[in-house]
């Protein structure tokens, strides 16, 4: 196990050394960068269900030590794939956006064109729209938010003045008739409040789903 251990760490260094090429490759040369880095981190993950397993037969008194050690490497190489995905997703982002600026530089108009007008006030009124709805979601979440921490201090509220309910009843010797409707009423209380906690939700959920 300890040979497969040196191995794979050493791996892990030395995709962590290519991460910083992907930043200054060019173009051409990026997504062979990338796909090294993949082949590097799968290879990685291969060796770790091995590892795994051989852990796992290590003596007693070794196990647990080896059993970390396996998964601190786990660890660094799940941050490696994510730094990995984050970077390309980046760099299609930016791929994108290149792609769109050429086109519009490419692109030809007359002065009889009807189809010069670039969209832009469109795309502008689009975005603040987007805006609006984001800052409308976020102000409903704080709204909804405030409500349940209304209802849940309600209840516990309740439950305080029935307990004091029950204890001046106890005091003063009232009948088993009218302690039982107390109780009665207690318990249909906490059916309003958790009914009003769930249209609430359901509320919320609904204006998000149409927002969204």
């Given at each position: 196990?300890?040979?497969l251990?040196q191995?794979?760490n050493?791996?892990?260094?030395?995709?962590?050394?290519?991460m910083?090429?992907?930043?200054?490759?060019?173009?051409?040369?990026?997504?062979?960068?990338?796909?090294?880095?993949?082949?590097?981190?799968?290879?990685i993950f291969?060796?770790?269900?091995?590892?795994?397993?051989?852990?796992?037969?290590e003596?007693?008194?070794?196990r647990?030590?080896?059993?970390?050690?396996?998964d601190?490497?786990?660890?660094?190489?799940?941050?490696l794939?994510?730094?990995?995905?984050?970077?390309?997703?980046?760099?299609?982002?930016?791929?994108?956006?290149?792609?769109?600026?050429?086109?519009?530089?490419?692109?030809?108009?007359?002065?009889?064109?009807?189809?010069?007008?670039?969209?832009?006030?469109?795309?502008?009124?689009?975005?603040?729209?987007?805006?609006?709805?984001?800052?409308?979601m976020?102000?409903?979440?704080?709204?909804?938010?405030?409500?349940?921490?209304?209802?849940?201090?309600?209840r516990?509220?309740?439950?305080?003045?029935?307990k004091?309910?029950?204890?001046?009843?106890?005091?003063?010797?009232?009948?088993?008739?009218?302690?039982?409707?107390?109780?009665?009423?207690?318990?249909?209380?906490?059916?309003?409040?958790?009914?009003?906690?769930?249209v609430t939700?359901?509320?919320?959920f609904?204006?998000?789903?149409?927002?969204?």
């Amino acid at each position: 196990m300890e040979g497969l251990y040196q191995q794979t760490n050493k791996q892990v260094h030395e995709v962590q050394s290519y991460m910083g090429h992907l930043e200054t490759s060019d173009k051409e040369s990026v997504h062979l960068v990338e796909n090294e880095i993949q082949a590097r981190i799968d290879n990685i993950f291969s060796n770790l269900e091995r590892l795994e397993i051989l852990s796992s037969k290590e003596p007693p008194n070794k196990r647990q030590s080896a059993k970390l050690r396996v998964d601190q490497l786990k660890y660094d190489v799940q941050h490696l794939q994510t730094a990995l995905r984050n970077f390309q997703h980046r760099r299609y982002l930016r791929e994108q956006q290149e792609r769109q600026r050429e086109e519009l530089l490419a692109r030809t108009f007359t002065t009889n064109d009807s189809d010069t007008t670039i969209p832009i006030d469109e795309t502008l009124q689009f975005n603040e729209s987007l805006q609006s709805a984001h800052r409308g979601m976020d102000e409903l979440i704080g709204s909804g938010t405030n409500i349940l921490a209304g209802l849940r201090d309600q209840r516990v509220t309740l439950k305080g003045t029935h307990k004091k309910i029950l204890d001046v009843a106890n005091m003063l010797g009232l009948s088993n008739t009218v302690m039982r409707l107390i109780e009665k009423r207690a318990f249909q209380d906490k059916f309003l409040m958790l009914g009003g906690m769930a249209v609430t939700c359901l509320i919320m959920f609904l204006v998000v789903q149409y927002l969204t």
